[in-house]
Each structure stands twice: as C-alpha cells, then as structure tokens.
C-alpha cells in the first residue's frame, strides 16, 4: 500500500490557468507538508499543516493555496500559473510537527509543465 | 541563519569502491542533520540523520555518516557501491526548534559497472 500519494502523477497545462494537486497519507500522521523542486533539483518547504492547521507558509505567492480537508489529505490549489511554477512538487508527512525529529514520508511527487 | 552545501553535484564511483559524499552545513545553533535518498521518479526517502548523541550515524542500505562539529561536516559514506546506489542524494539541516528545514542542492551518484 502507497504510503503518500500524489495525483496526478504528470500535469501539463497553459499559463493562466487553475490546476490542483492532490496529497492523501495512509500512516495516520498529523502533519503534512509541500515541497518545490527547481530544475536545479533544489528542495523547499512551501506549507505545513498539522492537523489540519497551517503551521508552516514560506514566502510563497498567494496564488498558492492548500487546502486540508481532513489531517490524511493537503490539497494543493494554484491560481493563475506562469511559467516559473513549473517543478516537481513534492507532498510529505509525518508523525509529529516538528520538523527536526520526526520523520517525513515523501510522496512519488507531480511534476507540473507550465507552457 | 542555516545553510547546506553539497560539494559536488555530481559523483561517479566503480561497482564496489568507496561512496563518498560531501555536505557541510552552517546553523547557529547545534543542528540536525539528514540525508535522503531520492531513486529516479520517486519521492524521498531517509538514509539516516543526527539529532544528538553518538556522532556515528548507521543508516538503512550500508550507509553511515559522521557528524563533525569542528569541520561543520556531516558526510555519508558506504564501503561498498552497488549499482542500485544510483540516484540523487540530499543533505538536510534543521535546527532542534523551530520548523525551518533546508535541503542542500543534491549529489547525483553514478555507479559505473
């Protein structure tokens, strides 16, 4: 069974417009968190929800928005996209919130095309 | 402030020779340091890391590495390469508080046959 996963797995899409993400975890963690990976293969923490709360909000453009629905799912929802958005995204989680001690369980990543 | 550095983006080693990566970190507190592990088209997974304690950390597929406070180091080793070693690895660097988390740019590694 898929610890973390992602869907889609690949997303292609224009520039303006709006696409999802989608991140589900089946460990019974309470935190998850998103990840950018450049072209450069350059790893950064966007968001981290624990329980549902946001607790971590880098400088990240508001055109994007997670969503939590439930402490097993971060949704992450991206406004009118430009071509800098495009990356690998990566979801994660994990038991606790603290990012020093606790463990992060990756997911297979989406790679987003903006053309 | 933290920061990783990867020295060496990219690194090829014969089937069976000595794996070597560099990370160096700089974090004003005492950190914790990672390594992951990323196989093509996969997410990342955890080779190992410090939080306190023994600076000789065993990880998972032979790997090990050694915090080294006076050089700010934090290198992963493994006697022996095998061919499924190929991928990219990262070096992390948290702080023992607080929720900040950096990655160092990653080391690609080539096992030749």
């Known amino acids: 069974d898929t610890a973390v996963s992602q869907t889609p797995k690949y997303l292609v899409t224009q520039m303006g417009n709006d696409k999802s993400i989608k991140c589900e975890q089946n460990l019974g963690h309470d935190t998850m968190y998103w990840y950018k990976q450049d072209s450069k293969k350059f790893l950064k923490i966007m968001f ?3 329980n549902k709360e946001l607790i971590i909000n880098e400088t990240v453009p508001n055109r994007f928005s997670p969503k939590s ?3 097993a799912h971060l949704n992450l929802h991206i406004n009118s996209l430009e071509l800098g958005d495009s990356a690998v995204y990566f979801c994660a989680s994990s038991q606790g919130a603290g990012l020093s001690t606790d463990t992060q369980y990756f997911g297979p990543g989406t790679r987003l095309t903006v053309l | 402030a933290q920061s990783v550095t990867q020295l060496g983006s990219h690194v090829s080693v014969s089937e069976g020779a000595l794996v070597l990566l560099r990370c160096n970190y700089s974090s004003s507190v005492p950190p914790y340091l990672f390594w992951y592990v990323q196989y093509p088209n996969q997410g990342l997974q955890l080779l190992l890391k410090y939080t306190t304690g023994a600076t000789l950390v065993k990880g ?3 790997f090990e590495a050694e915090f080294k406070k006076s050089e700010t ?3 992963l080793t493994k006697p022996s390469a095998h061919m499924s070693d190929a ?3 990262f070096c992390a660097v948290s702080e023992g508080t607080g929720n900040q988390f950096y990655f160092g740019t990653g080391t690609s590694l080539t096992v030749i046959p």
């Open chain 1, 48 to 50: 981290s929800y624990n």
């Open chain 1, 69 to 71: 629905p439930d402490k």
């Open chain 2, 60 to 62: 998972i597929n032979g």
């Open chain 2, 73 to 75: 180091s934090f290198h």
């Open chain 2, 87 to 89: 991928a990219e690895y």
